[in-house]
């Protein structure tokens, strides 16, 4: 299937580290506001490009847009492209509000295509590896989750010489105006939906700790948060606390509860990052339950294939695109398709603006849950 990409910034560089994994996917152009990036951008790639978003749209062989532009651009695209007639797969957020996030979803599903948001990282081999624990019933019935998104003090960090592949600068001016709930809480709310379902209310908090994180220019705004916190109640009834930030430590692990034993994992930015058992054990002489001393190894559902790592992350980024054309071509539902990406984004939005409030949120979104990848079952 024929697809053209929107924005040649530093994400760009990701998909094309592995979209030789997914030879049904043809690139057919890339295109960019910016002149200087998208012939930098397309000459290291040796890729063909578009002068305007205007002219991809007005190429009948485009049959799916990747949007990596800024988010805050996200929208605009999006429905430029959905009135084009073209299938859309987003960089997340879907739009920056739930409102604008909707009126895309009600406007690809009135014109019988599809849109989807990143993060895909729910379909690697990591997340499914847990997803079938949990479905095995290896720990008992599930309760608690901890879910860890903090990626230390990055105000802190030479961010200023962090370059793509293809010479293509960190916008870290966006990332810190945007803010990493935006832009970080969804690799572990992709999970948490996947395995879990529709959650029905969060309580959250967020802040920032840090207003003057650059010297070179002003931010705008200038108190996007930089940590949240938030506590997610499922229909299934169960509990997930989610932590976001760039002032912790690095720390990305995932903790899930269950009544038998515990579920782990070190990092959901490596698709290959194994996945642990603990059994609870009983003393009969102390009467005493506690975790098995000795992690043990859960088998992997398969072998992740072989790629590029990028920077801090070991996943595929076009895997998102391959699920959203293998399910067209099957004609069924994607595993992210747009409900669930529409509740994922509802979920970040609503833990983002609970700015100072500690807030609680009844979601207004649902979704059917999918199955696991055919390979994880």
């Known amino acids: 299937m024929n697809i053209a990409i929107v924005g040649c910034g530093f994400v760009a560089d990701y998909y094309l580290s592995t979209l030789f994994l997914h030879p049904d996917l043809n690139l057919v152009g890339v295109t960019d506001k910016n002149k200087k990036r998208i012939e930098k951008f397309s000459t290291h790639h040796s890729l063909p490009s578009y002068s305007s978003l205007e002219e991809l749209l007005a190429d009948s ?9 800024n988010p805050r651009n996200h929208y605009e695209v999006s429905k ?66 901890y879910a860890e998104m903090d990626d230390g003090l990055i105000h802190k960090m030479s961010y ?101 034993g515990v579920i782990s994992l070190h990092d959901c930015w490596h698709y290959d990052s194994p996945v642990y058992i603990q059994k609870l054990t009983r003393s009969p002489v102390r009467r005493t339950v506690r975790l098995d001393s000795q992690k043990k190894k859960y088998p992997m559902v398969r072998k992740t294939p072989k790629f590029k790592e990028q920077g801090a992350a070991r996943m595929d980024f076009c895997r998102g695109v391959a699920e959203m054309v293998a399910a067209i071509r099957e004609n069924r539902r994607s595993r992210i398709e747009a409900d669930i990406s529409l509740h994922n984004n509802e979920l970040a ?19 059917e849950p999918v199955a696991p990848m055919d390979w994880a079952k």
């Open 61 to 69: 062989k485009v049959e799916i847009v990747l949007n990596l532009t």
């Open 160 to 260: 200023e010489k962090w370059l793509s592949e293809s010479g293509m600068p960190w916008p870290y001016k966006d990332e810190f105006e945007v803010g990493c709930t935006l832009e970080h809480a969804g690799y572990y709310l992709n999970w948490l939906t996947a395995f879990f379902g529709p959650a029905e209310r969060v309580v959250a908090f967020s802040s920032c700790l840090i207003p003057n994180k650059q010297t070179d220019c002003e931010l705008a705004p200038a108190d996007s948060p930089d940590f949240s916190l938030a506590c997610i109640k499922f229909k299934s009834g169960i509990v997930a606390r989610l932590t976001c930030s760039i002032i912790a430590p690095h720390d990305h692990r995932l903790t899930v509860v269950g009544d038998d």
């Open 80 to 145: 430029a492209c959905l009135n084009a007639g073209k299938h859309v797969y987003s960089e997340k957020p879907i739009a920056m509000t739930i409102d604008q996030s909707k009126e895309l979803v009600a406007l690809a599903e009135s014109k019988s295509l599809h849109i989807s948001s990143a993060p895909c990282s729910a379909l690697g081999e990591s997340a499914q590896t847990v997803w079938k624990a949990i479905r095995n019933n290896e720990i008992g019935s599930v309760r608690l989750v």
């Open 349 to 367: 939005i609503a833990i983002q603006n609970a700015l100072e409030t500690g807030t609680s949120y009844e979601l207004t979104t649902t979704f």
